[in-house]
């Protein structure tokens, strides 16, 4: 910022909050890479073979990417509008008010949230109700405890921590470069290819990036609404851990899922970089 | 100004699109309220008696009033814990040349871009390698590091908005750094300190995945209503969501309210 004169040793103020962090997070995450490269026949890539060679696991590596996937794009496209609305038809001083009109379960329970939605989709909730009501057929949804409604909840609460970036992004272009592409003929549809669309992906994609992280690493919404028999890798993980105390299998599926973050994640990174880049150039 | 860009008919759309969207979000919750006050040992429709019973249930078991108290303390706890470190954190970074800065920056805020499980799991393997069993101190720390990022942002954008000069002026005057502290920077932050601390605290009572991993025996509130989700329904479950919903929904909004309004207009003044 402006000046850095201010202080001249910022050690005594940084270093709590760094002890933290190095002692319960970079040394937890140090200790479990290795956990995972050791096993009883010493150093080496002996658990990631394991693991691959290991169908249901795999299958429940295949099944967290798809769930993250899906909710993730959802997510995507829903924000959009939402946050369209918000910034687009709403006035300056109601906005903060509609933005937290969408937001606000987003600051109480997940699980909760995910229980609640139990209520409302099992094959004797509400909406089976509603249609024995309506039609007077007794039909058994079977939606809930199926990777489908794992998807539907995480693609909700996704779409909440989209819209939240893409409202960041789409309330700060400046009104009058809108303003002088109108009056130089611009339609609404071109103002949206050519301006909106461009300044608004990079918050759209930190969106992206940061619901497909939850996602992919929930375990309250797949194991209440997705059920358990088709798990997801976090409810792998969890079981391993508090079930048989396999430390270095716990570490290796923990330490796969991190990579897979990564990996997945990366690429969204670099492309946001690229556009903020073309952006300020 | 905003029908450039949104023509009539788009903005029926958009307006019907974000009415379906509130609905979809609030269903549930409002399907969970009332059937916290249905009677009828099954949750289903339709709605019989209206009854308090849940409620009164709730109140007298004693495992749910318990982890109550423990979740109040935990997040406490947790939320001065990482308001405090992510004050000074986001001092240093804000007013002092900070060697590798982002380096550091990174690593602070790094919880917050990885999943949660991960940073639970870690201190779990952790602590049960050098021999340690989980308990609720470790909740304490993992949910402290789990909110500082949070802590650490807000309280960040606050303090790089205040002029380097309110400072000097009051150091030049004979002030040391100590005073200047105490008694400017944190009064202007007032808001944004007291919105922090609301908001972890929400963030960290929540908290499940964390807390579940580095506790066994002794446990918070949204363990407790865990193991009711998992183990067999418990009627009183709706009165539990429903009263954790309006607790945490109070304090967040609250958080939210003075983070989007007081800020804006304690800058302005």
């Known amino acids: 910022m402006v000046g850095s004169s201010n202080i001249t040793n910022p050690w005594p103020f940084l270093l709590p909050a760094l002890m933290l962090s190095c002692l319960f997070f970079l040394l937890p995450t140090i200790n479990m890479i290795f956990l995972s490269l050791t096993s009883e026949s010493g150093i080496g890539f002996g658990n990631f073979r394991d693991f691959f060679a290991t169908p249901h696991l795999t299958q429940a590596l295949m099944r967290s990417l798809l769930v993250a996937l899906f909710s993730t794009v959802i997510a995507g496209f829903v924000a959009w509008p939402l946050a369209y609305f918000i910034v687009f038809c709403v006035k300056e001083k109601w906005r903060p008010l509609f933005l937290l009109a969408i937001l606000a379960p987003f600051w109480t329970s997940f699980t909760i949230r995910a229980f609640s939605w139990q209520l409302v989709l099992s094959d004797n909730g509400v909406i089976a109700w509603l249609i024995e009501q309506l039609t007077g057929l007794s039909i058994a949804l079977g939606f809930l405890y199926t990777m489908k409604a794992s998807v539907f909840g995480l693609a909700l609460f996704g779409s909440m921590l989209c819209t939240f970036t893409l409202y960041g992004a789409l309330v700060s272009i400046d009104k009058k470069v809108i303003e002088a592409a109108s009056t130089l003929g611009a339609k609404p549809l071109q103002i949206f290819r050519d301006i909106i669309l461009p300044l608004g992906l990079p918050g759209w994609l930190a969106g992206i990036v940061l619901s497909f992280i939850v996602c992919i690493g929930d375990y309250a919404v797949p194991t209440l609404l997705g059920g358990g028999l088709k798990p997801v890798l976090a409810q792998i993980m969890l079981s391993v851990l508090k079930g048989t105390y396999n430390l270095s299998q716990a570490a290796t599926i923990a330490t796969i899922l991190a990579t897979t973050v990564i990996i997945c994640a990366a690429p969204l990174v670099l492309l946001r970089h690229i556009f903020r880049r073309s952006i300020l150039a | ?168 002026a009051a150091i030049s005057l004979g002030s040391s750094r100590f005073t200047s502290i105490c008694l400017i920077l944190v009064p202007i932050c007032a808001p944004t300190i007291f919105a922090t601390i609301l908001l972890t605290f929400t963030f960290s009572f929540d908290e499940f995945v964390i807390a579940y991993f580095l506790t066994n025996f002794e446990i918070t509130l949204p363990i407790r209503i865990w193991t009711s989700l998992v183990t067999g329904f418990e009627p009183k479950i709706n009165a539990v969501g429903t009263a954790v919903f309006i607790f945490s929904l109070t304090l967040g909004l609250i958080a939210q309210f003075i983070l989007l309004f007081k800020q804006t207009e304690t800058q302005k003044n």
Request: charged fraction near 10%; glycine fraction near 4%; proline fraction near 5%.
């Open chain 2, 1 to 168: 100004m905003n029908n450039l860009i949104v023509s009539k008919s788009m903005s029926v759309a958009l307006t019907a699109f974000f009415c379906i969207a509130l609905f979809v979000i609030y269903l549930p919750i409002l399907v969970m309220i009332i059937f916290s006050f249905n009677s009828g040992k099954y949750q289903t429709l339709p709605f019989r008696e209206p009854t308090f019973e849940w409620y009164v249930n709730l109140i007298a078991d004693r495992s749910f009033i318990e982890s109550f108290f423990t979740s109040i303390v935990m997040a406490s706890l947790a939320s001065l814990a990482a308001t405090s470190l992510g004050f000074f954190a986001a001092y240093a970074f804000s007013k002092a040349k900070v060697p590798l800065h982002t380096l550091f920056l990174g690593l602070i805020l790094c919880p917050l871009v990885i999943p949660i499980i991960l940073i639970g799991i870690g201190i779990r393997l952790q602590v049960v390698s050098i021999g340690i069993q989980p308990a609720l101190w470790l909740v304490l720390i993992g949910q402290t590091l789990y909110v500082l990022p949070l802590a650490v942002i807000n309280l960040k954008n606050r303090i790089d908005k205040i002029p380097n000069s309110i400072e000097e």
